[in-house]
């Protein structure tokens, strides 16, 4: 059986103290601005009137930490001209600086926005689940820095045994196209239908 790393995030008790994006860009040393983890902060409900009195109707609010989801089919590896992006066989994608031209193809094909230009080296990084601390046999940096223990590493199908098969949240990209290597548990007020809206898009979209 192929093995397949994943991530499991938990939306309900993410605090959004961002210690998960402090810790990958400690780790990776990257430049200001450039983060290979975000975390989305996510609001939801309308407001209606009850006896002539405005009232929230179903309003909530929570934070989704995500990074590289390394997928079962990557976009990026399937479009990369130089074949930098190159998929392990754990499942984890990464990229091969040494190879890498920067030409950009990887971040406009990839759902989840994932790969990032490092302006200065002038190739693209993104989250590689920290293979060197894994082959050590210590956890990505964002797992062990998490304060709140709401993000969590391990095998996709264990992951999947424990926590469900839920992959597709709002606002990410459907998990269809890519196969994503995430578990997901979401916010205990989330109803189907909802539509949700991201609070900080210039800080984690752009």
């Known amino acids: 059986m192929v093995k397949q790393y994943g991530f499991y995030i938990d939306v309900n008790n993410c605090a959004s103290c961002k210690t998960c994006i402090a810790?990958?860009?400690?780790?990776?040393?990257?430049?200001v601005g450039l983060k290979y983890r975000r975390v989305y902060e996510c609001e939801s409900g309308t407001w209606g009137e009850k006896e002539g009195v405005a009232s929230p109707?179903?309003?909530y609010v929570y934070s989704l930490s995500y990074s590289c989801n390394h997928c079962e089919k990557p976009e990026c590896v399937r479009v990369c001209p130089t074949g930098a992006h190159q998929k392990r066989e754990d499942g984890i994608t990464?990229?091969?600086s040494d190879v890498c031209i920067g030409c950009g193809t990887c971040a406009?094909?990839?759902p989840y926005q994932a790969p990032k230009l490092n302006t200065e080296k002038q190739h693209m990084g993104k989250c590689n689940f920290c293979m060197d601390r894994l082959?050590?046999?210590?956890?990505?940096?964002?797992?062990?820095?998490?304060?709140?223990?709401?993000?969590?590493f391990g095998e996709l199908s264990e992951l999947q045994a424990k926590y469900g098969s839920v992959r597709d949240i709002e606002?990410?990209?459907s998990s269809a196209k890519t196969n994503p290597s995430i578990v997901?548990?979401?916010?205990?007020?989330?109803k189907d239908g909802d539509k949700v809206r991201v609070m900080n898009p210039k800080e984690e979209i752009a």
């Open 57 to 59: 109707e179903n309003i």
């Open 171 to 173: 606002p990410l990209a």
């Open 135 to 152: 082959d050590n046999g210590e956890n990505p940096a964002c797992v062990d820095a998490c304060l709140m223990r709401c993000l969590h």
């Open 108 to 110: 406009s094909s990839c």
């Open 184 to 190: 997901i548990t979401p916010s205990r007020l989330a």
């Open 23 to 31: 810790a990958c860009k400690d780790k990776n040393d990257t430049l």
């Open 94 to 96: 990464f990229v091969d």
